[in-house]
């Protein structure tokens, strides 16, 4: 049976392979599913494209994720990505201090001295490990998470790698792409792309703890592009359900609906103090009642 639903995963995932994804991402799936009322699709109605291997290191013996520190945020979209990150969790969390008060201008990126920078990525990571709803996140895993994302704009071949890998489960069986974080890019840009997307017709996106919203780092650099500050409309798409935490930090922008069109719905759920995992998205019932819409056909058809 070709899949109904493909889920397309985030950062972090390196050192999983897409069976160790699938045992994971599909129960979640399927439970949140369940919650929402259901009808629970069968497992085999379910795939999972991955592509977190691009990102793993090559040609050495190590298995853990490489001991960054703050020295290794080493370009402008780092740094600006780290600072949009920090500015929005001193935003929802009061006990996190901003870059005001700690005397930096984040967005000044590097018009800064190397000493400067420096002070002030070290001030970021300190307040985001500290945040709340970021405890016990390592350095080492924050800075490798915010290369995943700078990463995929910066390299052409890697990027093109990851939108075949979603082409290549997606079939005109297909009715729902279901994303999550970085994997909510791959799956825009994959359904955007006509030389990939021939004779699918998705009734339903759905993008949870989505960065596309944040205009200067990942908006205006999406392909194709968008034209007078508004994005371009997937073709084969009917509708598109958009689910944030209020308290995720990587969806800085939790509206994509101004920016993607009126065919967004843009839903709120409460994820806990995990706010960005992929596991407490998949499991709302917002997320489940989507996925059941999109294989119900109750949108209403646009865009095509």
Same mark, same amino acid.
């Given at each position: 049976?070709?899949?109904?639903?493909?889920?397309?995963?985030?950062?972090?995932?390196?050192?999983?392979?897409?069976?160790?994804?699938?045992?994971?991402?599909? !129960?979640? =799936?399927?439970?949140?599913? *369940? @919650?929402?009322?259901?009808?629970? !699709?069968?497992?085999?109605? @379910?795939?999972?494209?991955?592509?977190?291997? #691009? &990102?793993?290191?090559?040609?050495?013996? %190590?298995?853990?994720?490489?001991?960054?520190?703050?020295?290794?945020?080493?370009?402008?979209?780092?740094?600006?990505?780290?600072?949009?990150?920090?500015?929005?969790?001193?935003?929802?969390?009061?006990?996190?201090?901003? !870059?005001?008060?700690?005397?930096?201008?984040?967005?000044?990126?590097?018009?800064?001295?190397?000493?400067?920078?420096?002070?002030?990525?070290? %001030?970021? #990571?300190?307040?985001?490990?500290?945040?709340? &709803?970021?405890?016990?996140?390592?350095?080492?895993?924050?800075?490798?998470?915010?290369?995943?994302?700078?990463?995929?704009?910066?390299?052409?071949? $890697?990027?093109?790698?990851?939108?075949?890998?979603?082409?290549?489960?997606?079939?005109?069986?297909?009715?729902?792409?279901?994303?999550?974080? =970085?994997?909510?890019?791959?799956?825009?840009?994959?359904?955007?792309?006509?030389?990939?997307?021939?004779?699918?017709?998705?009734?339903?996106?759905?993008?949870?703890?989505?960065?596309?919203?944040?205009?200067?780092?990942?908006?205006?650099?999406?392909?194709?592009?968008?034209?007078?500050?508004?994005?371009?409309?997937? *073709?084969?798409?009917?509708?598109?359900?958009?689910?944030?935490?209020?308290?995720?930090?990587?969806?800085?922008?939790?509206? =994509?609906? !101004?920016?993607?069109?009126?065919?967004?719905?843009?839903?709120?759920?409460?994820?806990? %103090?995990?706010?960005?995992?992929?596991?407490?998205? #998949?499991?709302?019932?917002?997320?489940?009642?989507?996925?059941?819409?999109? $294989?119900?056909?109750?949108?209403?058809?646009?865009?095509?």
């Amino acid at each position: 049976m070709l899949a109904k639903i493909v889920f397309v995963h985030g950062v972090g995932k390196q050192y999983l392979s897409e069976d160790s994804l699938a045992r994971d991402v599909v !129960p979640e =799936l399927r439970g949140g599913i *369940r @919650l929402a009322g259901g009808p629970v !699709p069968a497992e085999n109605e @379910l795939e999972v494209a991955f592509y977190g291997d #691009l &990102f793993r290191p090559r040609g050495t013996r %190590s298995v853990m994720q490489p001991n960054y520190d703050a020295a290794d945020i080493e370009t402008e979209e780092e740094f600006l990505l780290l600072m949009e990150w920090w500015a929005e969790a001193a935003r929802i969390d009061e006990a996190v201090p901003g !870059p005001a008060e700690t005397g930096t201008r984040g967005s000044a990126g590097w018009a800064m001295s190397r000493s400067l920078r420096l002070s002030a990525v070290r %001030s970021a #990571l300190d307040a985001l490990t500290g945040a709340k &709803f970021m405890r016990g996140i390592l350095d080492r895993v924050l800075i490798g998470d915010l290369k995943q994302m700078t990463t995929y704009f910066a390299n052409s071949e $890697l990027r093109c790698e990851a939108r075949a890998r979603l082409a290549a489960k997606i079939t005109p069986e297909t009715r729902v792409v279901v994303s999550h974080s =970085l994997g909510t890019i791959v799956a825009y840009e994959t359904l955007c792309d006509s030389r990939l997307n021939a004779g699918w017709d998705i009734d339903m996106l759905v993008t949870l703890g989505s960065p596309l919203g944040m205009r200067a780092l990942v908006l205006d650099r999406l392909v194709p592009a968008p034209i007078n500050q508004q994005a371009i409309w997937p *073709r084969c798409l009917r509708s598109w359900t958009n689910v944030a935490d209020l308290s995720d930090i990587v969806a800085v922008v939790r509206k =994509l609906r !101004p920016s993607f069109g009126e065919l967004v719905t843009d839903v709120v759920v409460n994820n806990g %103090s995990h706010m960005h995992e992929s596991t407490r998205y #998949l499991t709302a019932a917002e997320t489940g009642q989507a996925i059941i819409s999109g $294989l119900n056909r109750t949108q209403i058809s646009g865009g095509i």
